[in-house]
């Protein structure tokens, strides 16, 4: 049946009505918004000015949360790579997709491994395929080095950066005796440079993602640029512009360099008159790899988060995140509510038109009216879940962060590593954000509660030796080879 034009007018005005109004604008500004997700490696809540850092000039990301939002209580799904990069690929904790650990690497990809993310995972790559976007990643991979493992596999149109860790280089290969092969550059599925210079990394990245938004500036894009700085390394690279110009040494002159290539990308989006139609996150992996407390920050500050990076603490899952898109993202505010990098995928294909895999359980949730900075808008997460490895530690609930009673424990920020039957912690991360004050024998009831919600989550994904239904299996092949130039 039609319907007369009047009756259809008055119905499309009453939706729109009922529509936010923040997303009655994006609707307006633009059909289907670009994407660029920058994801810098191992930097710290606290090394940048942003959120609180004294040590690291970083005017450009100072003016990005000026014109953008603040999220302080952005949370990755593991304090160390390769899980991390999983979870902002899939939408998933790295436990369901089986990357969190593995028995020949542990829980970081090494090179040579015979593992990676499968190739019948999807990721927002394909995801915003799907929907018409041209895709890129540009930066640290480190998902698996074997082809079928590969970004061009994995749902983007070009690849430009190196396969894993910058720390690898001259380190013995266990297996053999042999060291490991020298760290690559690759461009698509070919290795351009071996090893790669390192001081330049972050220039490349940079003037790749440029070109990259020029070529792209007439149909949607979906830009990953997972940088290769601040690094693993014990000293960080730099290029000479930069070198030796901040007050934190190599670690502080990276950042920097990365707050410069941030300007740079966000010059590009403002003069190709693109700033309004593309969503910018600016984050990081997971938090800095050491303690927060300590006077000596020349390998990122976490402060004020209590703990080191690669564990369960508050400075290795929360990091921070800025987003940015000029004309729908509230500028100058700040979000407090929990979300996360598994929340990308759902949210970006809802944006992009689409919806996220409907034939698997993703764990990420759409959080636009975070974004958007609707008035009441709270946390779609009923639960968040902190694992090491496949040791199931600590359960956040609201402003309540549970640390789990445990046999024996693995890393841990509160105990040393085998101590068996630690008793339950409890932290109201809002109020004590250095979480100094465990407050669980106040509180049985939220404790009660929180170790309710681990259960439910033991029976999805287990923990440790006892894996649950929930998961899916990792990537593997047979007799892996190193990723080398060819003669």
Known sequence: MKIPLPSLAFAVLALALLMPSSLVRAAETVEKPNFIIIFTDNLGYGDIEPFGSTLHRTPNLNRMAEEGRRFTHFCVSAGVCTPSRATIMTGC????????????????????????????????????????????????????????????????????????????????????????????LMENETVIEAPVDRDYLTQRETKRAIDFIERHRERPFFLYLPQAMPGSTAAPFSSPAFRGKSKNGPWGDAIEELDWSTGQILEKLRETGLDKKTLVIWTSDNGAPIKANREDLSRGSNRPLSGTGYTTAEGAFRVPMIAWWPGTVPAATTCEELAATMDLLPTFARLAGGEPPQDRKIDGLDIRPLLTGEPGATTPHEAYYYYYLDQLQAVRSGPWKLFLPLDECLRHPHFKAGEKNTPPLLFHVVDDIATEHDVAAQHPDIVARLTALADTMRADLGDRDQPGPGIRPRGHVENPVPVTMKP
């Open 93 to 184: 904790y790295a436990q369901r997709v089986s990357l969190h650990m593995n028995p020949r690497d542990r829980h970081v990809l090494r090179p040579v491994s015979p593992y990676g993310l499968h190739p019948d995972e999807i990721t927002i790559a394909e995801v915003l395929k799907e929907n018409g976007y041209a895709t890129a990643a540009i930066g640290k991979w480190h998902l698996g080095d074997q082809p079928p493992f590969w970004p061009t596999r994995q749902g983007f149109d070009e690849y430009f950066g190196v396969p894993y860790s910058d720390d690898m280089t001259g380190r013995i290969w266990k297996q053999d005796g042999s060291e490991w092969p020298p760290l690559p």
